[in-house]
């Protein structure tokens, strides 16, 4: 038996002990917990808003280990340290060949596929901890984790490189990359992000890197904004500038070239449009929120680049459908294809292009986890990021 983090209802999670992982698939491997970490996405579940989370599931989509067991078809090694991937990737089907990982045909049981088919059209691939609407595979916030198709996810990290400056490999860093990069930044770019939580910092950091000229951070959060400040990037506090008239001024009047929603359906605004938003989403009458998003639409420029890693989950409305179209934006989105990145971005990790550890703010025993919930969301300007250690002292 382990201990492990289950989600019992709405803002009800707890440390339980459940049954430890077994090997079910040659390909599986067993994982031991160093690290792992609290994510926004997982504060959509905290709040109730995804759908398909039972009572007793184990949560959590970015952690790292140890291999302490592997099945006949894996090709990790026992005492390997590894970063898992959140996306399960079976690495042979149509998509994942396209390197689309995230897309996987294969990962999410049939039986599972039913709901996200009916949402989405096709059913959607498997994640860790993250609802049966993904699969229903236990998470990594836990002693020990199960890893399917251990011979795609996994990428092995150098002893010499601790677990902090990698541990975001799992999610975070290569979301914000992607977001970057979903972006299309061009050297003379302004790019302007919503959200300076993990992802939208990472997106700040990576847009720079990759060359755009003047990044724009959005927040209302004074230490986040500090946070971005310090990455390199010019900030907006929402709640005392017009973000739109400001923008304008910043990119001369013809608005920024790409903008990246780094918010997603729990976004926060005084529109009246968005205070409905949140009522129905209380109720279950619809699933996101969107303001940000549609500030975001509204300031990028005629022709411009719109990047969405901000999860969504279902609907929303009063969508800008006319401004899209009539402004010929490019929108790009979806669940990050983490095997994609995780080699490059270690590569820039060891060279020190790209840091990670400026973001974490907290580090708890695994005993601890709801406090670190609670706080990860109440707490939003202090508590930054919230790494969990299985078998650290309380």
Known sequence: ????????????????????????????????????????????????????VAPGDVLGHEFMGEVVETGSASDLKKGQRVVVPFTISCGGCFHCKQQQYSACDNSNPAEKQDMSATLYGQPM????????????????????????FSDVGPIVVPDHLEDDKVLFLSDILPTGWMAAENADIQPDDTVAVWGCGPVG????????????????????????????????????????TD?????????????????????????????????????????????????????????????????????????T???????????????????THVQKYTKPLLEKIEDGTLDTTFLISHRLPLEQAAEGYKNFKEQQNEWTKVILKPGMEN
């Open 317 to 335: 409305d009063k969508w800008p459908l006319g401004a899209m179209m009539e402004k010929g934006l490019q929108v790009r989105g979806g669940q």
């Open 1 to 52: 038996m382990m201990r492990a983090l289950t989600w019992h209802g709405t803002n009800d999670v707890r440390v339980d002990t459940v049954s430890d992982p077994e090997i079910i698939n040659p390909r599986d491997a067993i994982i031991k917990i160093t690290s792992t970490a609290i994510c926004g996405s997982d504060l959509h579940l905290y709040d109730g808003v995804i759908p398909g």
């Open 243 to 315: 973000v739109r008239e400001a923008l304008m001024e910043m990119s001369g009047g013809i608005g920024v070239d790409a903008v990246i929603d780094a918010v997603g359906m729990e976004s926060h605004g005084f529109a009246i449009d968005n205070m409905f938003d949140v009522v129905k989403q209380k109720v279950g009458m619809g699933a996101d929120r969107a303001s940000a998003l549609k500030q975001a639409i509204l300031a990028v420029r005629f022709g411009g680049k719109v990047s969405i890693p901000g999860v969504y989950g279902g609907m």
């Open 125 to 148: 691939a498997a994640l860790f901890g993250y609802s049966h609407l993904t699969g229903g595979y236990s998470g990594g916030q836990a002693e020990y984790a199960r890893v399917p």
């Open 201 to 240: 910092l990472f997106a700040i950091q990576s847009a720079i890197v990759m060359g755009a000229s003047k990044v724009i951070a959005i927040d209302h959060y004074p230490n986040r904004l500090a946070l971005a400040k310090q990455l390199g990037a010019e900030i907006i506090d929402f709640r005392e």
